[in-house]
């Protein structure tokens, strides 16, 4: 199994930039993701979900209204495409897949069955 993310580097403050996931190991179709980030010296957020069912989505607070999440199940993909960055938007985004709807993304606890390696964003003033 293996989720590996890509896109990071460094933006201004205002500016977009597009994180992608590749999945292998696994039946893509099977799985809802998620992309979580961890911030230096903060705890890991999970900040967007995508449904296997419905394609529905979740977003945190924190990123809602700038932050999209999609799959491309022909390719084994899944994207975040983020706009508006903010200097709080700084941390290292990796993408996870969950056997069942992702949903639980936003409870305390809630462990997705497989978490992949991340991509560093750098949001500069």
């Known amino acids: 199994v293996q989720l590996q993310a890509s896109g990071g580097g460094v933006v201004q403050a205002g500016g977009s930039l597009r994180l992608s996931c590749a999945a292998s190991?696994?039946?893509?179709?099977?799985?809802?993701f998620g992309w979580f980030r961890q911030a230096p010296g903060k705890e890991r957020e999970g900040i967007s979900c995508?449904?296997?069912?419905?394609?529905?989505?979740w977003y945190a607070d924190s990123v809602k209204g700038r932050f999209t999440i999609s799959r491309d199940n022909a390719n084994n993909l899944v994207y975040l495409q983020m706009n508006n960055l903010k200097i709080e938007d700084t941390a290292v985004y990796f993408c996870?897949?969950?056997?069942?709807?992702?949903w639980g993304i936003g409870l305390p606890g809630y462990e997705y069955d497989f978490y992949g390696q991340g991509t560093l964003v750098t949001v500069s003033s």
């Open positions: 996870a897949a969950d056997r069942l709807s992702g």
């Open positions: 190991g696994f039946t893509f179709d099977d799985y809802s």
């Open positions: 995508i449904d296997k069912s419905d394609d529905s989505t």
